[in-house]
């Protein structure tokens, strides 16, 4: 930079700068070069806050990302929810749950509307943590507000609640799920089936496919299936083969297929045969 010439830089040749020093993990330079900038005044607008928190966010430097939030409304700007969601990111990449969380009520406070990311970023943190009433919480919030949730904080939100064993929580978020996007419904389905039998609940995942609208649905019955035979769980695996044949004949075909093709690469390829049995003989 000229600084020492007295002529300071533009907003884009700072900004290669600062792409510079993060992609060659210089933090410490960057904070000086921003401190040298400061003392010239040349933060003075949202342009130059945004870049400056931005970066100082992409390299790890939340505690002077988080002063510069707070001096920049000092001055009477106001930071945007990008800035808010730059910095509870970094807090939640940097296990500052807490900051995470102090920042989320000041967007509250100062009346910045939470988007898509905001929520996306604090509920799967928050579930990974194991706070995972706070992230239905989150959750049901940001239904009030009219937000849809993605498939990010479906999954996360499901994977913690079964571990948790949340069921009817589970179920809510799942039929959210359903009204929201069928597409997306039918992916997080395999996750459900997947966490549900992964802790144990492979009766409940097994009802769950019982339903009508899961019927069709053949990657999830496979996954089901292949779950209860890895856990030796036969009986389990056996009445639903047969609730499958006798509600849609049509799909036994489809279904076997699928399953034997998946235990192909199986160590135990035979845990599937009690299963084929069981339909040769009902």
Not at 85 to 99: F, S
Not at 184 to 200: D, E, M, P, Q
Not at 205 to 233: F, G, I, M, N, P
Request: hydrophobic fraction near 40%; aromatic fraction near 6%; charged fraction near 30%.
């Amino acid at each position: 930079m000229v600084i020492n010439t007295g002529k300071l830089p533009s907003i884009r040749t700072l900004s290669k700068l600062s792409k510079n020093l993060c992609r060659h993990e210089k933090g410490d330079l960057l904070i000086k070069a921003y401190e040298v900038l400061s003392s010239r005044g040349y933060f003075s607008e949202p342009e130059s806050y945004s870049l400056r928190i931005s970066f100082l966010c992409k390299a790890g430097r939340v505690r002077e990302g988080y002063s510069a939030l707070h001096e920049m409304k000092k001055k009477g700007l106001d930071p945007d929810v990008s800035l808010y969601n730059a910095l509870i990111e970094a807090c939640c990449k940097a296990e500052m749950i807490r900051p995470a969380k102090k920042l989320w009520d000041e967007m509250f406070v100062e009346g910045c509307r939470m988007n898509l990311t905001t929520y996306n970023v604090l509920i799967k943190k928050l579930t990974e943590e194991g706070e995972v009433e706070e992230s239905l919480r989150l959750f049901r919030k940001m239904l009030e507000k009219g937000i849809e949730p993605d498939e990010t904080i479906y999954t996360s939100l499901i994977e913690g609640l079964c571990k948790d064993t949340k069921l009817e929580d589970v179920l809510e978020v799942f039929r959210k799920c359903m009204e929201s996007d069928q597409i997306v419904a039918r992916r997080v389905l395999i996750t459900l089936v997947l966490n549900l039998c992964s802790n144990g609940h492979f009766g409940e995942a097994s009802q769950l496919l019982r339903e009508r609208e899961h019927l069709e649905q053949t990657s999830a019955h496979v996954v089901l299936l292949k779950c209860v035979a890895d856990a030796k769980e036969v009986e389990i695996g056996i009445k639903h083969m047969k609730w499958i044949k006798e509600v849609s004949p049509s799909l036994v075909h489809t279904i076997c297929s699928d399953l034997s093709a998946s235990f192909c690469s199986s160590s135990d390829p035979d845990s599937i045969l009690p299963f084929i049995r069981a339909l040769e003989l009902s």
